[in-house]
Every structure is written in structure tokens, then in C-alpha cells.
């Protein structure tokens, strides 16, 4: 190849990365940029969901932000996200760990362990309401004490309960984000940490964590972006209940806008979840560093 057609084949593959790139932003734009516009202005709006649309300035939005209930759904949100996250993300970095080694049967324990990602959250939710049913559930079943309160019935329980859940079913996902992180660590690195004496609990905590710093970053927007998004596992599990103690604010949209045929407030709340989450997103990105060179070099 002569130093002048090289030129030219820069310009062509420039000239087609356009061109590449341009479904997936009518994709993204159909069904992520115009959906959003919509619900922005209808939270400006009065509508039932079937009727006309009128304009009510924001008086949508002075009934969502002066309401009581609005504070205690943001309060249980973070609270879930929070606990959640706590509760995930040390087991799905010592999962994944684990299942990047390289014995056999490992790989058959990451098959199993990712079967709870492939069930339905609503039919998840069915299957653990009528395990834990105080009085036809599995407690009841085996003659449990323990396992027979009502778990759905009091506050604290319910709250655990859905923590649980939502952990049990997400927590292979990022164990599979952290089993590749582990994956492209160099094995140099404790080659020569064993040569030095470092056990493994050492290298752990020495090698493992300090180059999953990104993986971390990374599993952790995934994890609370997506909590603001909690609905149909606890809509079918609790609807919110025992009183407000698992109302998160996807689950007080859905009652305002579907059940209450509210819209206008409906999409001020889902307006409110989506600058939350940017907000979230920034905020862990800035954790994260400026340094994209690093990020880039992580476990290279």
C-alpha cells in the first residue's frame, strides 16, 4: 500500500462512521429523546389518559412538590437504593471473583447463579408473596417460627424483604460485570504478589479491588440508575405497603397517573426520577475521575 492511498482510506472510513452511527441515533431519538419531550410538556398539562389535553401551567407541578407523600417516596427511593446497593455490591465483586477462576465447575455455578436475571420481577415477586404467606407459605409448610411472621405485613419486614428480593435478582447481573473486570486483570501482577508472600486475602484487597476502582464506578451507576426504576416487583409484592413503608417514587407515579388519573402530576414525577438519575449518573462519574486514559488502562 503506497503512503498516498493511506490518506484516502482515513478520509473513506471518517466519512463512513457517520453513516454507522446514524441508526442507533434514530433508535435513541424515537425512543428515548421524543418520549421524554412528551412527558416534559404533558407535566405542564391536565389529562386524564383519555380525554382532551389543556394546558394548566404548573399546576401539575405545585401539587407534586407541595404534597407530604412526595418527600417520603423520595426518602424510601434513596433508602432502597442505598441499602440495595450496600448489599450488592460486596457480594457481586466476590461472586464475580469467584466464578473468574478457572475450575470447571465454576462455569456451571455462573449458569446457575444467572438464572434469577432471566425470571420475570412480577413473577419473582408472585413466587416470594406465596413463600412468605404467614399462613400457606413455606413456613407454615415446615412448622418455622421464624419464617412465619408477616413479612409483608410490617414495615421493617416488608422494607427487608424487598431488599432482599431485588438483591437476589440483580446481584448476578454485576456479578458478570465484576467476573470480567477480575477476567482482565494481568496474572503477573499476583505472580509476583505470591513471590512476595501475600496470601490471597491480601491480594484481594491489594491487587483485585484497586483495579476493579472502575468496574466499581461503572456496576454502581447501573445499580442506582436503575433502582429509581423499582416498580412491577414491588407493586406486585407489597403496592407499596404496609403503608407507605415501600412507596418508592416509580410505584407513586404509577398510582397518580393509572390509578388516580393524574397525568399532568404523573409526568412531573417522572420528570423529577429522570433529573435524579442524571444527577446520580454525574455525580458517580465525577467519583470516578477525569482520568478516561486510566479507566482505558484497567487491567490492560
Not at 417514587?249 to 429522570?274: E, H, N, T
Request: charged share 10%; net charge positive; glycine share 10%.
Amino acid at each position: 500500500m503506497t503512503p498516498l492511498t493511506r490518506p484516502s482510506l482515513r478520509r473513506e472510513r471518517r466519512s463512513i462512521l457517520p453513516w454507522l452511527a446514524a441508526p442507533a441515533l434514530v433508535v435513541f431519538v424515537a425512543f428515548a429523546v421524543v418520549p421524554l419531550v412528551g412527558v416534559f410538556v404533558l407535566s405542564f398539562t391536565t389529562w386524564d389518559g383519555i380525554g382532551a389535553i389543556h394546558p394548566s401551567g404548573l399546576d401539575s407541578w405545585r401539587a407534586v412538590l407541595t404534597d407530604p407523600g412526595l418527600p417520603r417516596a423520595l426518602w424510601v427511593t434513596f433508602l432502597v437504593m442505598a441499602v440495595s446497593w450496600a448489599v450488592q455490591t460486596p457480594l457481586s465483586v466476590l461472586l464475580g471473583t469467584f466464578m473468574a477462576g478457572r475450575q470447571r465447575y465454576r462455569a456451571v455455578l455462573g449458569v446457575v447463579y444467572f438464572i434469577p436475571l432471566m425470571l420475570s420481577s412480577a413473577a419473582i415477586a408472585i413466587a416470594y408473596k406465596a413463600l412468605l404467606d404467614p399462613n400457606f407459605g413455606l413456613g407454615a409448610g415446615l412448622k418455622i417460627p421464624l419464617l412465619s411472621q408477616d413479612w409483608l405485613g410490617r414495615p421493617g419486614l416488608a422494607f427487608g424483604v424487598v431488599v432482599f428480593v431485588v438483591s437476589w435478582q440483580f446481584i448476578p447481573f454485576h456479578s458478570l460485570i465484576y467476573q470480567g473486570g477480575v477476567q482482565q486483570i494481568p496474572k503477573s501482577l499476583y505472580e509476583a504478589a505470591q513471590l512476595d508472600g501475600a496470601g490471597r486475602i491480601r491480594q484481594f484487597f491489594g491487587i483485585t479491588l484497586p483495579q476493579l476502582k472502575y468496574t466499581i464506578i461503572t456496576s454502581s451507576t447501573l445499580m442506582v440508575v436503575g433502582s429509581l426504576t423499582f416498580f412491577d416487583l414491588i407493586y406486585v409484592l407489597t403496592e407499596g405497603g404496609p403503608g407507605d413503608a415501600t412507596r418508592v417514587l416509580a410505584l407513586d407515579m404509577y398510582k397518580r397517573g393509572f390509578q388516580a388519573s393524574l397525568m399532568g402530576p404523573a409526568s412531573a414525577i417522572a420528570v423529577i426520577l429522570v433529573l435524579v438519575g442524571l444527577a446520580l449518573a454525574l455525580l458517580l462519574r465525577r467519583l470516578g475521575g477525569r482520568d478516561a486514559g486510566a479507566s482505558q488502562l484497567e487491567g490492560a
